[in-house]
């Protein structure tokens, strides 16, 4: 798979991608445009009560290649709230039924472990790296990124929410909800689909386990944390009043405020790590989306396959003269000129079910195809970057370790050299 | 008080008792711990073995004395109940009415009547009568006390005689006044005189007071907190467990890694026994400052009453010259012996949370081991964090000249398809060196960001800030396309031989990893390896594969 350079129409279909590999190589936005969110603001309706204060965040569009043409204008930024990332991830789910959505970062405060809300000021950090991931993930995927309305969500200043509910994504948001809301039970399914359903649910439940205990722990581990705090002014009260202790009493105070004062960054490289965590237990949510949509396409198949069944059925009736209302009751056959009919206009309507098979399957099978390069890439990322998240988490508690044992060993130090 | 006629042994003995022969009904008979003198004193106390004792009438608790003196000879043990101890307590006071004896533990209160067998209870008890007994033996004056030494020497059966306990009114109020260490005597109707000596001395003990009580209380919430830690690092091994064995081949590595370190951190601090010592000592010792005070407002009463009163002016001063003696030299006497005292309790206290953080620390960093374990395919990919974080200094930079990292790949795998792998150093020095050039062609650009910094805080600081200034974004992102182009088409070269490399490389990697942190510009975190004082840097050098948690391992911690 050669790379290809962008035409100046917005829109492209990609080519055709057969496997993973593939994917990888094809052209992404990403290749060409440098995309960062750099900033964040709060801004009010007008009114000055709290609930109308919101925050946006500053979109910066670089452009590194110098002969891309879809990007307008060489640098760009644009402010966006929340609520417009809402809109777009929701029209993308939309769109792009067969393509695993990267998450947006959590509404609200999941896994909280110390009071805090969206208007914190670290919440809004974390969320603005978060949506910054959304944007570099969205631009990096091949079939997501050359898409209009994300062109224009990165560029379009004014008007772009019209623009986005004039896509009318948001019809077809409720009207595949209201199919969804019936659960599927599906004759015969498939039974790859089902294990990366499965696996999806696994992973879920897992990520949760994991980013529920942690928080509970560092939530524990702070709170001892700062209890050392209390060691500390108790020992430089009390080494005010030694003489002889006084020194020793005094320095190990120092190193006790210096535990209490580690777990600050402690906690906040935690919380970093937990959003890649949460990331992923998102993905598992839009994994099992992605199944459902097959699921669902799978169902529209074979509907329409009972449907030809039926027809097939009647058609057989109609041509043995049964179908009309007086051969129902009565059992009389028809008369000639009616079965004629009938069965004529029978035929045409099968032939226009299998029309329709026809083509439900080879929406299935298309979908099937993409969505399983889609699958298989995302399960490769995937495992590298939890794998890296959680070596990460592991690293840092080996430094948090380290740390703590670092003074407490000064500690001990400075009282075994007290008189 | 009836003898014992049976005795029925609890679990009273508690681990922290130096003799832990618990339950057995042939306790007097062993000898446990033998008793040493300590250096300068010619006696040795020692309270322990609480047992049980049903008689007719009621049921307690003795304790078994031992003492070992050069002054009298002692019988090897004998049996003590509490109302004893109080008996001694009372006696001395009594004795020594200048002298404020060393305080006995508290009674109970009401609602620790329900609860006067537990196990915990009783051992605190014991660790204070413990204290207590020691105190008086090591006292210059109280040692000497005939009390003391019946109390020591009386065997059981005749004891009753010898330690009748009184009721007088007077005794009970001498008594609860030591016990509780209650408010303030009763004032000298005379004007209050401050002697800036005793004064100062008042101050220094009642602040020593307090901060002895908050010690006591800080110390067991600490230990109650680390518990509660513990527990919910149970759930996080447990949790991650689960994941690991939902998943299969290297990626359960990563959930498995950190089930051992979170396993190994609750293991650290799941102690099952509170510290007996702080909890039973310290509120003795604030009891004891506040005896002292008293026995100084004591003095400052007759004071009062010399420089008010005219009667007898002669008989005052010299009851006031022997108190305010009295006081000096108990003061001096009992001050070193105190701080003696705290520093051994706070020297305990530091040194099982040096144990705990230094179990919890191996167990992440075996974790850490496990977790990067045979991720050397992912190395050849990407150049992931892991890669990055992996880097010990690079003793090995020495060892890899320049030309080495230009070897061709194909060479590399070649040779992977005829050797065997098992570890040569020959073998993996070429290993590294192909991975290393594999690793360097795909490095421009790729690491942005430091990631975490393990050293210290000057550096952690500016880091830190890189962090915030890049964003978790970029690290976490998908990196560019293009880098994981290239990376792939490295990665379907050698995916053939990654298939073949096993555990044995992990060194290799790590190897690499080095190398790579020094071509680089960005300084790279290293993390494996802090700045302890062991210097365990100048180690390894003649190491070809080094251990990548060596660094750890070799921590001295002396």
Not at chain 2, 283 to 291: F, R, S, V
């Amino acid at each position: 798979m050669s790379e290809q350079h962008s035409p100046v129409k917005a829109s492209r279909s990609p080519s055709v991608i057969e496997t993973a590999e593939d994917f990888e190589n094809q052209d992404t936005l990403l290749k060409h445009v440098d995309i960062s969110i750099v900033e964040s603001e709060k801004r009010a309706n007008g009114t000055l009560h709290v609930r109308d204060h919101y925050t946006v965040y500053l979109i910066d569009l670089k452009v590194t290649d110098v002969d891309y043409k879809l990007v307008q204008s060489k640098i760009s930024t644009i402010w966006r709230r929340y609520t417009e990332f809402e809109q777009i991830h929701d029209y993308l789910q939309v769109t792009y039924p067969h393509v695993i959505i990267p998450p947006l970062p959590e509404k609200r405060v999941l896994y909280a472990w110390r009071k805090s809300d969206t208007t914190d000021p670290e919440f809004v950090e974390r969320r603005r790296a978060g949506l910054e991931n959304f944007l570099l993930r969205v631009a990096s995927h091949p079939r997501l990124c050359f898409d209009d309305q994300f062109i224009n969500f990165l560029q379009q200043e004014h008007g772009w929410r019209e623009t986005i509910t004039d896509s009318g994504y948001i019809l077809q948001a409720e009207n595949k909800l209201k199919s969804l809301s019936v659960s599927i039970r599906l004759r015969k399914p498939d039974p790859e689909i089902e294990s990366v359903k499965n696996y999806g649910k696994q992973l879920e439940t897992n990520l949760g386990n994991f980013l529920y205990t942690r928080s509970k722990i560092i939530e524990k581990n702070y709170s001892l944390c700062k209890l050392h705090a209390n060691y500390g002014k108790l020992f430089s009260e009390w080494s005010v009043i030694e003489k002889d202790m006084g020194d020793g009493l005094q320095k190990a105070g120092h190193y006790f405020d210096s535990i209490a004062d580690s777990i600050d960054s402690v906690a906040e490289d935690e919380e970093q790590l937990a959003d890649q965590l949460k990331e992923y237990l998102f993905y598992a949510g839009a994994l099992q989306q992605l199944c459902t949509n097959h699921e669902t396409l799978q169902r529209a198949l074979e509907n329409a396959q009972d449907t030809l069944n039926n027809r097939i059925s009647e058609r057989s009736r109609a041509a043995a003269g049964k179908s009309g209302l007086m051969s129902r009751l009565f059992g009389t056959t028809d008369p000639d000129i009616v079965r004629d009919q009938s069965t004529r206009a029978l035929d045409a309507k099968i032939l226009a079910d299998k029309d329709n098979i026809e083509k439900a399957k080879t929406d299935l099978e298309d979908f099937t195809k993409k969505a399983l390069v889609e699958i298989e890439h995302f399960q490769k990322q995937k495992d590298k970057d939890l794998h890296e998240s959680l070596v990460s988490f592991i690293t840092l508690q080996v430094k948090a370790a380290k740390k703590n044992l670092q003074a407490w060993i000064q500690i001990k130090e400075c009282l075994q050299n007290m008189p | 008080m009836a003898s014992e006629s049976s005795s029925a042994v609890l679990e009273l003995n508690d681990a922290d008792n130096e003799d832990t022969e618990a339950t057995t009904v042939t306790d007097d008979t062993h000898e446990g711990v033998p008793l040493m003198m300590e250096h300068g004193y010619d006696i040795a106390v020692k309270v322990d073995a609480p047992m049980k004792q049903l008689s007719t009438l009621e049921t307690y608790v003795t304790y078994r004395v031992r003492c070992v003196c050069a002054r009298w000879p002692t019988p090897p043990h004998v049996r003590r109940r509490y109302n004893h101890f109080k008996l001694l307590h009372k006696r001395l006071s009594a004795a020594h009415p200048l002298l404020a004896a060393p305080p006995l533990p508290p009674l109970h209160s009401a609602r620790q009547q329900l609860d006067r067998y537990s196990p915990a209870f009783v051992a605190v008890r014991t660790c204070a009568l413990n204290a207590f007994l020691d105190r008086v033996a090591k006292h210059p004056i109280l040692t000497h006390s005939e009390d003391f030494r019946i109390f020591v020497t009386t065997a059981d059966e005749e004891l009753d005689k010898v330690f009748k306990s009184e009721n007088s009114a007077l005794n009970l109020w001498g008594l609860s006044s030591a016990l509780y260490s209650s408010g303030e005597t009763k004032a000298a109707n005379g004007p209050r005189v401050k002697d800036p000596e005793f004064t100062s001395a008042s101050d220094y003990l009642q602040s020593l007071q307090h901060k002895l009580t908050a010690l006591c209380s800080l110390t067991t919430k600490l230990h109650n907190s680390t518990i509660s830690l513990g527990s919910e690092f149970m759930g996080m091994k447990r949790a991650c467990d689960a994941w690991a064995a939902s998943t299969r081949g290297r990626v359960s590595l990563g959930p498995g890694g950190a089930a051992l370190g979170a396993g190994a951190a609750a293991r650290a601090r799941s102690a099952p026994r509170a510290p007996l010592a702080p909890r039973a000592v310290l509120p003795l010792l604030a009891h004891y400052a506040a005896a002292h005070r008293d026995k100084i407002k004591q003095r400052d009463a007759i004071h009062a009453a010399y420089v008010s009163g005219t009667n007898a002016t002669d008989d005052v001063h010299n009851r006031l010259e022997q108190a305010s003696e009295a006081l000096r030299s108990e003061l001096a006497d009992w001050i070193p012996k105190t701080q003696a005292d705290i520093k051994s309790l706070l020297l305990d206290l530091a040194e099982r949370q040096v144990n705990i953080h230094k179990q919890t620390l191996h167990g992440w960093e075996q974790s850490l081991k496990l977790a990067t374990e045979a991720n050397i395919e992912d190395i050849f990919k990407t150049v992931s964090k892991t890669a990055v974080q992996n880097l010990s200094p690079s003793r090995c930079r020495s060892e890899m000249s320049p030309t080495e990292t230009e070897r061709d790949l194909d060479e590399f795998s070649d040779y992977n398809d005829t050797e065997e792998f098992d570890g040569h150093d020959d073998f993996q020095r070429e290993n590294i060196d192909k991975v290393v050039s594999n690793v360097n062609k795909n490095n421009e650009g790729v690491l942005k960001d430091v990631v975490y910094n393990l050293n210290d805080d000057s550096k952690s600081e500016r880091d830190r800030d890189d962090l915030k200034s890049t964003s978790i974004a970029k690290e976490t992102k998908f990196e560019t396309n293009d880098d994981n182009s290239k990376f792939n088409s490295v990665a379907s070269k050698s995916d053939l031989n990654n298939d073949n490399l096993n555990a044995n490389i992990k060194d290799n990697h790590l190897e690499v990893s080095r190398s790579n942190n020094k071509t680089e510009e960005d300084v790279l975190s290293e993390i494996l390896e802090e700045k302890l004082p062991s210097g365990s840097e100048n180690k390894g050098t003649s190491d070809k594969i080094i251990d990548p948690l060596s660094d750890f391992a070799e921590v001295d911690l002396s």
